[in-house]
Antibody, heavy 116, light 113 residues
Framework: EVQLVESGGDLVQPGGSLRLSCAASGFTFSSYRMHWVRQAPGKGLVWVSR????????DYADSVKGRFTISRDNAKNMLYLQMNSLRVEDTAVYYC?????????WGQGTLVTVSS | DIVMTQTPDSLAVSLGERAIINCKPS????????????LAWYQQKPGQPPKVLIY???TRESGVPDRFSGSGSGTDFTLTISSLQAEDVAVYYCQQYYTPPLTFGQGTKVEIK
C-alpha cells in the first residue's frame, strides 16, 4: 500500500524558515516524480513544486521561486521542502503527492501557519 | 500559465439525479505526441486529501464507481456524476498536467438538494 506521511508543519513568524518532510513507503520511491501541493484554509489546491525521480530537475510556482527548495533522498525514501522567508500567505496545509502524470497518491498533509 | 476555470462554483442536486461540472483550460491540454488530454479530476471531502477520480480526461481510476465519468477534449471538459449518492458530497477539482506550473480549477462544491 502506498503511504505518504508529511511532517514538520508548525507555527512560524513571518520571515522565518521551516523544513517539511514526506516519508514514502509501499512503492519504489526512486521511480516517481514527487510534488508539494498546498491548500490555504478554506481555499483551493495550489501546486507548489515538483522534483524528478532522480532529483535532477525541479520546478516551482512563481509564488515560491527563490524562497522554497524541493529535494529528495532516494536512499531514505524521503521528500523535503525547505521553506525560507515565509510570508503570511504561505499559511496552508502542505501535501506531498506522487505522480507518473496526474497525482495518484497524496499524504494527509501538514499544517504550516505563518503568523506573528 | 494555463488557467483552469470550473463552472459552476457550487451546485445542489437531488439524490439519484445527475451532476455536471465543467472545466475550461485557457489553452489546449491535448498532447501532440500522445494524442491524450492531460486533464484529471479529483474529489476532496472535508478534512481529507484529494483523491483522483479521472485522468487523461476520461479514464476512471481503479476503484472509482462507474457513476463518475469524464469527457471532453482540448479546452472543454466535463465531469458527470450520473446518479448522485450521499457519499459524493465533496469539492471537485479539475487539474492540468500538460505543462508546469501545474494548475487546478477553483473547485466546485457539490451538495444534496
Amino acid at each position: 500500500e502506498v503511504q505518504l506521511v508529511e511532517s514538520g508543519g508548525d507555527l512560524v513568524q513571518p520571515g522565518g524558515s521551516l523544513r517539511l518532510s514526506c516519508a514514502a513507503s509501499g512503492f519504489t520511491f526512486s521511480s516517481y516524480r514527487m510534488h508539494w501541493v498546498r491548500q490555504a484554509p478554506g481555499k483551493g489546491l495550489v501546486w507548489v513544486s515538483r522534483i524528478k525521480s532522480d532529483g535532477s530537475t525541479t520546478d516551482y510556482a512563481d509564488s515560491v521561486k527563490g524562497r522554497f527548495t524541493i529535494s529528495r533522498d532516494n536512499a531514505k525514501n524521503m521528500l523535503y521542502l525547505q521553506m525560507n522567508s515565509l510570508r503570511v500567505e504561505d499559511t496552508a496545509v502542505y501535501y506531498c503527492a506522487r505522480s507518473s502524470n496526474y497525482f495518484d497518491s497524496w499524504g494527509q498533509g501538514t499544517l504550516v501557519t505563518v503568523s506573528s | 500559465d494555463i488557467v483552469m476555470t470550473q463552472t459552476p462554483d457550487s451546485l445542489a442536486v437531488s439524490l439519484g439525479e445527475r451532476a455536471i461540472i465543467n472545466c475550461k483550460p485557457s489553452q489546449s491540454v491535448l498532447g501532440s505526441s500522445n494524442n491524450k488530454n492531460s486533464l484529471a479530476w479529483y474529489q476532496q471531502k472535508p478534512g481529507q486529501p484529494p483523491k483522483v477520480l479521472i485522468y487523461w480526461a476520461s479514464t476512471r481510476e481503479s476503484g472509482v464507481p462507474d457513476r463518475f465519468s469524464g469527457s471532453g477534449s482540448g479546452t472543454d471538459f466535463t465531469l458527470t456524476i450520473s446518479s448522485l449518492q450521499a457519499e459524493d458530497v465533496a469539492v471537485y477539482y479539475c487539474q492540468q498536467y500538460y505543462t508546469p506550473p501545474l494548475t487546478f480549477g477553483q473547485g466546485t462544491k457539490v451538495e444534496i438538494k
